[in-house]
Structure formats: C-alpha cells, structure tokens
C-alpha cells in the first residue's frame, strides 16, 4: 500500500502557508542552477511554474506536445479568474473564498490547500497585471468584476470571453522570456510517453518527438507534471482535441496514485451534438441562464416540431416546475442532470433528441431585442456560426457537456506525489476542487500551483538531493522506459486490425457518458466494469494504425492516448462504484434527497480515494486519505 | 425548421495537398466525401475523410488541430486559395460544410510562406512566431516583484484597444495572406498590446526593434501595405496596429541612436 502522508502543517489555518514557507528547506542560491527540472506541460499551471523555477536560477526543461506553449488548452477558457481583491468592498476575502471553494467542492477538499489557494489568489492578479494581461478596466481606470456561480460577491477578473487565453499568453511571454535568456531548454512536438524511477524517485522522462518520432531519454533532479485535464475520455467533451491523459496515466503506472478520478464536472450549457460525425461540443456561457427560459414540449409527438408552432400551455419549463424557487439558475450538475432527465423520457428536441430549448423571447418581450443584444450578443453569434440558427428568432438549442475534471494525480500539501520527486500542478492533479469545481477557480489554481506554490516546495525536496546525484540517461531504468515504450509503439502498428481509432474512443465515449456520465448506478456501472475490458481487447486486437514510427504521425499519436484513456475509464467507473455517496459532480441515482441534491455520506466516505496501480486488468489498490475538517463544518450544500 | 435546415446533405470534392514530409515533393489528391450533413464543420470533413482512408488501407492526411473553437490557432489550412477559408473572421476549425455547394470541389492546401516550411501534407512548422515572442516579446517582471494590480490605473480606452490587439492567436494567416510572407500584423498585434499600457513603457523601445529586427532576420519579407493580412485574420485584427509599429520602430531607431552610453554598459542597480 501506498504512504499517503498529506503533510498538512499543523496550526491556525490562515497561518499554515505562511509558517510552512518558513519552516520548509531553501536550496542555496549558488546551488540552484546544479538542479535540473523537467516541467512537462506548458499551460497556466506548466508556464508560469517553468518560467518561475528558471527566474529562481534552476535548470529548466519545458516539454509540449503542442508545436508552441501557447496553444495549451487553457487558452479556451472564456470566463475569468477568482480572486479574493475585494476591490468592489462587497465584503469579499480570503476567508470568503476559500468557504465557498470549500463548499462548491462539496466537501470533498483539503482545507489547508484551499486556503492556501484563496491566500495567494491576489498575488496572480497583480502578477498577471504587471505582465500587461489587459483585464477589463472601469471608466476611472481600476479592474472591473463579475460575478460568477456559487458566489455572493464578485470576485472574477476577465478579459472579455478570452480570459485564459491572456492569462496564458502572460505566462507564455514570462515563459519565452527564459527561454530567450537560455535559462528554460523549450520542447515543442515533443510527447512525455512514460516517467522513469530510480530507486523509488522520479528521475526522469522518455518523449516522443511527434515530428521525428525520435525517442529521448532525459534525466532530471526532479519532474513537474502540468498536462491538463482528461475529459476526453468521454470522447465528446468541451476539451480541445489533444487534451490527453497520457503523461499522468503513465506516471500511475509507474506508482502514482490516482485521486479521486470519477468527479467530473458537467456544464449544463453546451450545443449539442448534431451528428455521429462530431468531434467537439462548444460551450455557451453559464450567463445565458439568467435571462433564457429553459423548456421541452410536454409531449413526445411535438419533439421534432417548430418550437414556434407549441403553445404556452403544450411547454414544460422544468427547471421552474421542479426546483421552483432557483428556476433556471439552479446549480450546474442540477440542471445539467435534470435536462437528461427530461430528454430521457423522451422528450429532447432537435435531430438526436438529446437537447434542450433555451428560450430568450420572453427576455426580448420583456427588454427588447437591443438590450439582450447587448448582453449576450457575442454568444448569440457563436451560436449562429456553428448552427446557423437564429437565437433571436428560434430558441437555442442546448445539452450539458462534459467540462472539467476533478479528480487527477494525488499530491500532498507540497504537490508531490506519493513517488517523491513527481511534483503535479493545475487540473492533472486531484487537489482543490473536491467534488466540483466553481467556475473561475481552475484558472487560479493553475496559476497559483504555477508561480506560487510550487517554486517554494519543490526547494524542500530538492535541498535532500545532493547537487549532481542525478543519474545518467543511460541508466537501466530509463533504457527500460524506453523499451517499454517502443514495444508499445510497435504494438500499434502491428496491429492488424481494420477500425480506426476513432472508432474506438467514440465506443469508449459512449459507454462513459451512459455509464459514468451525469447520473450514475451501481447496475450502469457494473455493466460499463464489464464493456471495458472487452472493449481494451478489441482495441488491441482490431485497431488499425496506419504509416510509421519515424514521421508525424497523428493516427498513432491518438492510438497511444486512447488506449490510455480505455483503462482510465475502467478505473473512473470503479471509483465511481465504489463511492457510494453523492457528492458535487458525481452523483449515484441511489444517493439523493427528494429534491434531487446530493446525499453525502461523510461517514463512510470523507475521504479522498487515492488509487495504486496492480497491473492492466488487475483490481487497484484503494489507498484513503481521510479529510479531517477543522475549521468549517461539513453540511448539506445549500444554494436556495 | 430546424430539422428542415440539418436533413440536408451534400457531397463534395476535396483536392488536397499530400506531401510525405519537409523536403519531398508534394501533389494534389482528390478525396470525395458523400451524404455530409451541412452542420459539419470542415475539420470534421477532414476526420470523416482520413477514417476513411484508413479503412481502405492508406495513410490519413495530416493537418493541424486542437481547439475547434477558434482561440488556440493551431489549424492552419488553405482552402480554395484562402487562409482559413472563404469566411472573414473565423478560423480554418470554424468552416463549415453549409458554406459550399453540392458537389464542389474544393482545394485544400497548407500555408504557403518561406519561414513555414511543411512539415507533412497540411501541417508547417511556425516555430518561428516563437523565436519573435522570445525576442522581446514580454514585459520583464520577476513572480513576485509585482505592485498591487490596482496601483496603476489604466485608461479604459488604451485597455480595450490592447485587448484589440492581444486577441491575436498567433495563427500566421496573416503571413501566409501576404504576398512577402511579411509578419508585421502579427509582430504589430504584440507590440501594441504591450506597448499600450503603462506596465509596458520601460522596454518599448527595446522590444520593437528586437521583435522587428528578429522577425527579418527569420526571413519574413517587409510589409508593403497590401493589408491582405487583416482581411485574412480570423480576429480581425485592424492593420492600423501596423501603422502603429511603425511610428514605435521610427522612435525607437531615433533615440536608440542618442542613447547616454551609460545605458549601454549593462551594469545598473
Ligand atoms: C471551454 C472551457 C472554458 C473554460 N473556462 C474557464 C474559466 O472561465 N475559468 C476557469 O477558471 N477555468 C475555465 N476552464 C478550465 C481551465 O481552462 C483549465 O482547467 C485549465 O486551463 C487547465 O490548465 P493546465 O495548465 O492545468 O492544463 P492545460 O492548459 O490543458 O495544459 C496542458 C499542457 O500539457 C501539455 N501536455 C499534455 N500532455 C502532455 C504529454 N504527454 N507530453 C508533453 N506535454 C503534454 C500540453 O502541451 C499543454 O502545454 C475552462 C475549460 C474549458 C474546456
Ligand atoms: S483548432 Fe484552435 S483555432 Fe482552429
């Protein structure tokens, strides 16, 4: 089993970071630049953790798959980053953020690490300011805010709908600045296939050069893994299309342990799918529910009509008969569980039946159409160009999509893993948003990790490193992970199979989504424990990767990251089976109050489930790390 | 309605560039695909294509792609003659199938510019927008050294232009639209953003003529105000950025040229 020692420090909770900082080991300032760090990723979290360690005088090597850091995912995020500035003086604070991170993950966080989030939230405003991130300004020139869900101040800093994208940009141009000066080595094309262990550390990674197809071994003193989030194992997700659980799937078979990997969020506003041939669902700002009305016809028959030509009374606005006092603002997994209910029963609309009416006339009755222009026009176009619908005149049409995870590699208070020398950073590891995650916390959190955690813990482990102790790439350990990774390499290409890999992970999506999607029961999940197997069998057996291993070669890249995200699945559904609870975005049919909320159960389950790999097709190891809230109160979530 | 607009399916042709790898010879394949649903974007055409491909034994066209919302700019295709295609304002990933007719034909070609070499059939290698960024393209500031975010006001209106100019994705249509494969749009875009707020006063100067200089020094042409590049940029990026360089680079070659030679000495606190 596992060690899993949180390293929470002890004391009052408003000073634990700062005492921690204190008491940690530095590395002499001479001594940095003898240790080299290998950061694999290069979004929020990967960027501004990269170029940090290289400022402080580390020796930096940054790997992406991407062909430069700055297409990471995270320039996709569109609605802004918390911070606790209460610059509005609406009341806002550290302690303010931090309980309501708390209780949006439902309970299911470390209050020491959310604390430390909310704490250091103000300093990536001003680190991002300096680095001329243009955030919106008011009239005299200060910052302005928004407000966002689970929140009752506004606390959100946003650069029109393309926050990540200058947030990232921020950290690419600290980034490419160290790179200028030499201090970070940058690999781009370049694919992190497996981590190398010595003697129980992480020393090291092997990469694919996606270009080349060249295979390199690098060793390292230590190795930061920042590479995102693995919704795509759904398939269909909001996710861009290379976002991949490979680097981190890797490292758990190397011994990291998984945490908590069945919390997933669901947004609720998503276009939906149109067609088998779909390779991505965009997501509608959550803002759009506050002046649309969400409805299906009460009947079946009327499905396919003109949602015009379906009188008032032939309407069922569900959300508003079933959680009447939160209408259509109720929270994200409520409505998003609810609509599938509604399109269960047979009542979705549009080409697949898998969608919902968003409904603006009453609003434009109501305001006129210039002023719901005004608000939500960029979205109303958004939505023209993919559906050449009119908003204006039809009502949208949406479903939820799957968002975020949660879960992801455990780490401890420091954010290494339980294999000493793997630190984890942003949404690859499993630490800050419990259950759910509130909208405009990933951000932070990647940031936070990025430029202001990580560059004062990883100095603790590396102090117990002597300087130049780190092996050579010729040791046998990384001659191993190489070989492991050519053979699997060769195996996909030799497979003699006939279906191409897309094929394969839209089965894979379809079986999550039944099974491990929105609602979850222990007989769906028995079944999707079932298909799995059977389905990484087929992979094996009957894929078809054409072309070579020495050239781009993108059909071999998605093989290896699908046949990675087939035995995430497996893992996902067992964790999900085995929490039986309901807590924030995993929610079991079995486990709720009459009103559709999550029924906790703190007893048995205040934990996180940090899982051990055993072996492809063995049963893993649940290692528990139990969540001892000191501070706040665990309760029933309340948002009415 | 609804239902009426998504039945309808067309067929259509695609001519696309295959080319094994950077220094072999290249052609055109044509690739027929039936029975698309109109909602399809031109990325999905591509998948549906390249799975079919694979069935039948061969190797599937490899293209650039993360996204598919417009704000990573990783697709990177030419098609019938235009970067990111016939629409103003979008990316290549926001094509879609409704925008063609039944039974086009279509061409469908990577970026053409000298610093862009191919790497493999639709797919270039733009590494060098990153070499310009490294350049200078930053605002020096160590994590930490930073004043609290509200101590400098920044004037609404300078806020909103930067924001004009930082939305560029850093796609290179802008070089490839342009006939000396010039990348000012994309070198201005940066230089005004940061060259509009306060925070990015200090290393103005030395930023624009290390972005410019670096820029020429990879091989993209000079600018000769043809302004196909804004026309061809999926966020419409205006070329008054570029005029904007312009005056920066002037000033800055001026008074780089009077410098007190104690600034040039390195040494400073
Ligand atoms: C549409 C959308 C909107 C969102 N909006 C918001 C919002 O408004 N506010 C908010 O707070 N959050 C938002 N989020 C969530 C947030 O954007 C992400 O959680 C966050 O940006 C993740 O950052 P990251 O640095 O952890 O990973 P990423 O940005 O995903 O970066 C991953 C990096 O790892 C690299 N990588 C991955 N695997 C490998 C490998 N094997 N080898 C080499 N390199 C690898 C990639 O190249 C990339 O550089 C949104 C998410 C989506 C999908
Ligand atoms: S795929 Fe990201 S911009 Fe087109």
Known sequence: ?640 | MVAEASNKTISVTLRVWRQAGPNQPGRFVDYTAKDLNTNMSFLELLDVINDDITRGGGEPIAFAHDCREGICGTCSLVIDGKPHGPHRGVASCQTYVRSFEDGAVITVEPFRARPFPVVKDLVTDRAAFDKIQQSGGYISVRTGAAPDANAIAVPKEDAELAMDAAACIGCGACVAACKNASAMLFVAAKVSHLGLVPQGQPERDKRVLAMVNTADALGFGSCTNQYECSAACPKLISHDFIARLNRDYIGATFRTAFTPASANTGGGA
Request: hydrophobic share 35%.
């Open chain 1, 1 to 640: 089993m596992a060690k899993l020692d949180s390293k929470i420090p002890s004391g009052p909770l408003a000073d634990k970071w700062r005492k921690h900082k204190t008491e940690i080991k530095l590395v002499n300032p001479a001594n940095k630049r003898k240790y080299e760090i290998i950061v694999v990723g290069a979004g929020l979290a990967g960027a501004s953790a990269a170029a940090t360690l290289a400022e402080l005088g580390y020796k930096v090597k940054s790997f992406v798959f991407h062909d430069s850091p700055r297409r990471a995912h995270s320039i996709a995020a569109q609605g802004g980053i918390n911070a606790a500035k209460n610059y509005q003086n609406d009341g806002d604070s550290v302690y303010r953020l931090f309980y309501d991170t708390i209780k949006g993950g439902d309970y299911r966080a470390r209050e020491a690490n959310v604390h430390r989030l909310a704490e250091v939230s103000v300093n990536i405003i001003d680190q991002c300011v300096a680095q001329g991130v243009p955030f919106a300004r008011e009239y005299g020139g200060l910052l302005a805010n928004r407000s966002f869900g689970g929140a009752q101040v506004s606390r959100t800093f946003y650069a029109r709908g393309q926050t990540g994208q200058q947030l990232l940009l921020g950290a690419y141009s600290a980034l490419s600045r160290m790179v200028g000066q030499g201090a970070v080595e940058l690999f781009t094309n370049e694919e992190m296939t497996d981590l190398v262990v010595v003697n129980g550390q992480a020393k090291g990674i092997i990469t694919r050069n996606l270009v080349t197809g060249e295979l390199r071994r690098w060793a390292a003193d230590a190795v930061i893994l920042a590479t995102g989030g693995y919704g795509n194992v759904f398939n269909l997700s909001t996710y861009a299309r290379g976002s991949n659980v490979t680097a981190i799937w890797r490292a758990y078979k190397r011994g990291a342990c998984f945490g908590n990997p069945c919390y997933t969020q669901i947004h609720p506003t998503c276009i939906p799918v149109t067609g088998d041939y779909q390779s991505k669902l965009t997501l509608m700002s959550e803002s759009l529910r506050n002046d649309g009305r969400i409805w299906v016809p009460k009947r079946k028959e009327d499905c396919r009509k003109d949602p015009a030509s379906i009188a008032e009374e032939d309407r069922d606005y569900y959300l508003e008969r079933m959680y009447p006092s939160f209408g259509n603002l109720a929270p994200r997994d409520i409505a998003s569980r609810a609509a599938k209910r509604v399109c269960d029963e047979g009542r979705g609309i549009g080409e697949t039946g898998l969608g919902v009416y968003l409904d603006f006339s009453d609003a434009i009755n109501r305001l006129g159409e210039p002023a719901v222009r005004e608000r939500y026009g960029n979205l109303f176009d958004i939505y023209h160009e993919i559906t050449n619908e009119n908003a204006y005149k039809t009502p949208m049409r949406i479903y939820p999509a799957v968002h975020y995870t949660m879960g992801g590699l455990w780490v401890d208070y420091n954010l290494m893993s339980n294999v000493p020398g793997l630190f984890v950073l942003g949404e690859a590891n499993f630490s800050d948003h419990g259950a759910n995650r509130l909208g405009a916390s990933a951000l932070m959190q990647g940031l936070a990790d990025g430029y202001f955690v990580v560059p004062y813990t990883i100095g603790d482990y590396l102090a117990g490193q002597k300087p130049g102790s780190r092996p050579s790439p010729d040791a046998p350990e990384f001659k191993e992970a190489e070989a492991n990774v050519r053979a699997m390499t060769q195996r996909l290409l030799s497979a003699k199979g006939t279906q191409p890999v897309s094929h394969f992970h839209k089965r894979l999506g379809q079986i999550m989504w039944n099974y491990c999607g929105m609602a979850r029961t222990k007989e769906g999940l028995q079944k999707a424990l079932q298909e799995l197997p059977k389905l990484r069998e087929e992979f094996w057996a009957s894929v078809k990767v054409p072309g070579s291993a020495d050239t781009l070669n993108q059909a071999l890249e998605n093989a290896g990251r699908v046949a990675d995200f087939i035995e995430l699945g497996e893992l996902m559904c067992l964790d999900a089976l085995t929490r039986e609870e309901s807590c924030g975005g995993h929610f079991r049919e079995e486990y709720q109050y009459p009103d559709g909320e999550c029924k906790r159960d703190d007893e048995k389950f205040g934990h996180v489930a940090a899982w051990e790999f055993q072996g492809v097709g063995q049963p893993p190891l649940r290692n528990v790390e139990p969540l001892n809230y000191e501070f706040v109160k665990m309760s029933v979530r309340n948002y009415k």
